[in-house]
């Protein structure tokens, strides 16, 4: 079923693994819209549940709550039966190591051509098809080659081409820079452009590599399980620069390449108001765990709260008390430290008493 809407929306996006008697929050409640013909990168630390968002939006793994509809299908609600068409009709799947999509003894057409004839694709269409896939991977000289004949990057390029063979509407790619050299990684991300522009197909890259990440449309951060920040690309006017400026101070800016953009980073409000502000503000501003918020005329104003005094400030007065008490043994909690201090404010009181 065709639709109009964004490619993905995901609404409070919950997944729980459940491991014996533990359950793993690896998203709490992560909203992001993903709009057609978007190329767009997800970072964030390790943990922070890209792959297991990834993986729900490639019907691979179901969601625990919440919302994920892809191109208009709702994936908590599919039946497993739809679930496995959808994984195979609307998704190319393009992960770090590039043998998971290739079949080792078939040649780069052959593991091109597969899904489309496990799909019943006719000939013709196979054929023609398979020739625009390789050409645009631009492998189409090396297809008779077998995959043991093919550098690191090239084989990315043929899973590419695989992943593309059932003509999905969404490419996920985890990582699909990970395990290449820095030119290698270029080509790969020309290639996902190339395609991305020529087929409007969305794209939703994970990345650690902030030169990958900077040739993207968007970039969304992942914290936690969920979206914490984006950054959008806005294109420089670079033939409008190049052409008013003919100072000589202008060399640098010629070299820089054609693609460079600009970016503005946005904090993600999700539907409650709650945003997150990035971990160094709060450090400049000595913000830990209370804030002052003001409306002013063009914005709202963030302070550190009057009149508080903060855990951590309660935590450093607490330890130069009981630092003043003796030579203790010191815990890096400050909860811990706390304890000392009551055990030490209590010995006081005893020691008052007994006098
Ligand atoms: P990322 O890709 O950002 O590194 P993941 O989505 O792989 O993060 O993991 C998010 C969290 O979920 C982590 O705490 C991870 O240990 C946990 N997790 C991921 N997959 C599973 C699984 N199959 N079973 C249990 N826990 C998992
Ligand atoms: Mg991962």
Redesign the pocket.
């Known amino acids: 079923m065709a639709s109009n809407g964004p490619m993905i929306l995901c609404d409070s996006l919950v997944k729980i693994?459940k491991?014996q008697d533990l359950e793993?929050f690896?998203l709490q409640g992560l909203d992001l819209v993903i709009e057609r013909g978007e190329f767009m990168a997800l970072v964030?630390p390790?943990?922070?549940?890209?792959?297991?968002?990834m993986n729900i939006l490639g019907g691979l793994d179901r969601p625990s709550a919440g919302k994920a509809i892809v191109d208009g299908q709702d994936l908590l609600k599919l039946s497993n039966f739809a679930l496995t068409r959808y994984r195979r009709q609307k998704v190319g799947f393009v992960w770090q190591q590039p043998s998971r999509n290739l079949i080792p003894y078939l040649s780069v057409e052959e593991n091109v051509e597969l899904p489309m004839i496990v799909a019943g694709m006719p000939y013709n269409e196979r054929k023609a098809w398979t020739k625009e896939l390789l050409e645009a991977v631009n492998l189409w000289d090396r297809r008779h080659h077998s995959l043991a004949q093919l550098s690191g990057g090239e084989q990315q390029r043929t899973a590419i081409g695989v992943s593309l063979a059932n003509k999905p509407v969404l490419l996920l790619a985890d990582e699909p820079t990970g395990e290449v050299d820095t030119s290698t990684a270029q080509v790969i991300m020309d290639t996902l452009r190339l395609l991305n522009e020529q087929y409007g197909l969305t794209i939703l890259l994970?990345t650690h590599d902030i030169r990958v990440s900077d040739q993207v449309d968007r970039v969304v951060t992942i914290r936690d399980?969920r979206t914490s920040s984006e950054r959008v690309r806005r294109l420089r006017d670079q033939e409008v620069a190049q052409d008013t400026d003919t100072d000589d101070q202008d060399a640098e800016a010629q070299e820089t390449p054609a693609a460079v953009a600009d970016y503005h980073e946005y904090v993600v409000v999700d539907y409650a108001g709650r945003l997150q502000i990035p971990r160094e503000y709060l450090e400049a501003m000595g913000i830990s765990d209370r804030a002052q918020v003001d409306l002013a005329d063009d914005g709202i104003i963030v302070r550190p709260a009057q009149g508080v005094v903060d855990a951590s400030a309660q935590a450093a007065r607490v330890s130069e008390v009981a630092e003043s008490w003796g030579p203790q043994q010191q815990s890096k909690d400050w909860r811990l430290r706390l304890a000392d201090a009551s055990r030490g404010l209590r010995g006081l009181l005893r020691q008052k008493k007994e006098e």
């Open positions: 693994y491991v793993v690896a964030g390790s943990g922070s549940g890209k792959s297991s968002l994970v399980g």
